[in-house]
């Protein structure tokens, strides 16, 4: 796997799980060939650790915002932080944001609010949105739908919805992020059946770790912790829905991520670096 170049568009590597051994996730991601990543950001906090990543690695870049689970923490001081946050250049996204009526640990209107803030801020830096959609799908796209013309890119990342709801995504040109859930048998296979109707030129890969194990990792972890090297299953996963090779559909994933967060630059610097030594 070390000759295919992949992204994992969406990791919490500020997650505490990952406090004791950083050093070892990254350099195992790197052994099967990931280049880069983006460590999610979900609230003030977060995201500022998770830009503190990004001063510390030159391939890591991150989003800032709060994840609509934390919509009731929202304050104008937690905001502040995001909006300055979201102008540095190793900042590639405004969220993790979105609507999430599964388990409204904040209310719906909580969440309206701040997804609303977060949809003027990347309007205003014209920076991509990196958003979340867990049973909520026709408010969230009621809301997108009105600003969708002033917004640069969108992705709704770890989707795990309908095809309609797909279809509905794509007709507005946002890309699509998939995570191992694709490759849990207890509720991802519906998605084997239209992944494919997604244009190679919006699809991305992410694990989304520390959650969502592939299941299909044999011997299995020690432990339920995702992390980026595992990247490599939901690739593979996906890959046969698509009838291409893992190689194949690599290099468009690689190219759509880079295009999206616009990495061209900083990458050719890392790449660059990494050469030197």
Request: charged fraction near 25%; include cysteine.
């Amino acid at each position: 796997m070390t000759d295919i170049s992949l992204i994992d568009i969406g990791a919490n590597l500020t997650h505490e799980s990952f406090a004791d051994d950083l050093e070892s996730v990254l350099s195992r991601a790197k052994e099967i060939g990931i280049k880069a990543l983006l460590v999610t950001g979900s609230d003030a906090t977060c995201s500022t650790n998770a830009w503190h990543l990004t001063q510390q690695y030159s391939n890591v870049f991150s989003t800032a915002g709060f994840h609509p689970h934390h919509a009731k923490d929202f304050t104008s001081d937690g905001f502040e932080v995001i909006q300055e946050l979201a102008k540095k250049s190793s900042i590639k996204a405004i969220g993790e944001t979105g609507l999430d009526f599964y388990r409204n640990f904040s209310t719906p209107a909580q969440q309206e609010k701040v997804f609303i803030a977060h949809i003027e801020l990347a309007i205003e830096l014209k920076k991509p949105l990196f958003l979340h959609q867990r049973d909520a799908h026709q408010r969230f796209l009621a809301i997108l739908k009105s600003e969708r013309d002033h917004l640069q890119q969108v992705v709704v990342h770890c989707f795990t919805g309908t095809k309609q709801e797909l279809f509905d995504y794509l007709d507005l040109d946002f890309h699509i992020g998939i995570t191992g859930w694709i490759c849990d048998e207890r509720r991802g296979l519906h998605l084997h059946d239209f992944l494919h109707e997604i244009p190679l030129n919006r699809i991305m890969v992410e694990t989304d770790s520390p959650y969502l194990l592939p299941r299909k990792i044999q011997p299995k972890p020690k432990t339920r912790r995702n992390e980026p090297a595992y990247l490599v299953y939901v690739l593979e996963k996906l890959s046969q829905c698509y009838g291409l090779t893992e190689a194949e559909l690599a290099k468009h994933c690689w190219q759509n991520t880079i295009d999206f967060f616009e990495l061209s630059q900083d990458l050719s610097d890392t790449i660059m670096q990494d050469k030197q030594i």
